[in-house]
């Protein structure tokens, strides 16, 4: 089958496009997936360039989002049978989606939105348990909340800002002017261009001082230092970036606020509350770009590349 190999770590240039064997069922409770088309997410660009090495034994295939059909099951598989349609999050530290097949146990796996292409499921799995993680299990966010998220126009940002008007609360989050239209599309109530304005300043003149319940954070840097400014007493402050240097978290004292850490969730069961709000049409995948899998290195250039020519907005996902 094709696949994308990394034998050595570093920048786009080491995905490289090779011929590997197929996998097969070897365990009665394995199901073989036929990948129609699978995304770029920062995880996997943290993985080729070796943050997590100690974790994996190159030669290594990444890719953490499936969409696709099942081919085989195993004895002991009763749920599932030839010919469904399937989305997940492949395990951390395992074999990932940049491959045509994929072999997985059946507990990884939840049926794809009958309302969804393979590429539109494919923007789902690994942020769909990660926003249910942050909003719904850590922050409690519920109607009525004021919520802030910082960095809407991400992956995590366009399907945190859906989830978090669905759950009824008044939504901040911040990105660029010219992705304005857009963001208040997905249902954000005040977009912050955060390049040309203080959110903190912002957040506390619409808030007249008092601060907002939660604060969402994908984008990093200082903001567990900064962010407490713009929260109100007690608030909660949910990340999901890794922290890159200290923090002074004098400000967050001050508030009495609850901090949450979050590495990416790969969960079944958060990932099946995301597939019954897309299925009653209040959440949407929203797809920045598409690439063939044999283009992946333009992919990952596109996500990392700080000066794009346009915005990033929303997954940038590679069909098979």
Known sequence: MKAIVIKNYGGPEVLQLTEVPTPSITDHSQVLVKVRATSVNPLDYQVRRGDYASLFDLPIITGHDISGDVIAVGEAVKKWRPGDKVYYSPRFGGSGSYAEYHLTDESSLSRMPDNLSYEEAAAIPLIGGTVWEMLVVRAKLKKGDTILILGGA?????????????????????????????????????????????????????????????????????????????????????????????????????????????????????????????????????????????????????????????PLLGKIVLSM
Do not use: C
């Open 154 to 310: 991400g992956g995590v940002g366009t399907l945190a800002i859906q989830v978090a008007k669905s759950l009824g609360a008044f939504v901040y989050t911040t990105g660029q002017s010219i992705l304005h239209e857009q963001l208040q599309h997905l249902g954000a109530d005040v977009v912050i261009d955060h390049h040309r304005k203080n959110y903190i300043e912002e957040i506390q003149a619409y808030t007249k001082g008092k601060g907002v319940d939660v604060i969402i954070d994908t984008v990093g840097g200082s903001t567990l230092s900064d962010a407490p400014l713009a929260l109100a007493n007690y608030g909660t402050i949910v990340t999901l970036v890794d922290i890159a240097r200290p923090q002074n978290l004098i400000h967050a004292w001050e508030r009495n606020a609850t901090y949450h850490f979050v590495f990416t969730r790969q969960s079944r069961d958060e990932l099946h509350h995301i597939t019954r709000l897309i299925e009653t049409g209040q959440v949407k995948p929203i797809i920045d770009s598409m690439y063939p899998i044999e283009d992946v290195i333009n992919a990952h250039q596109r996500i990392e590349d700080v000066k794009r020519d346009r």
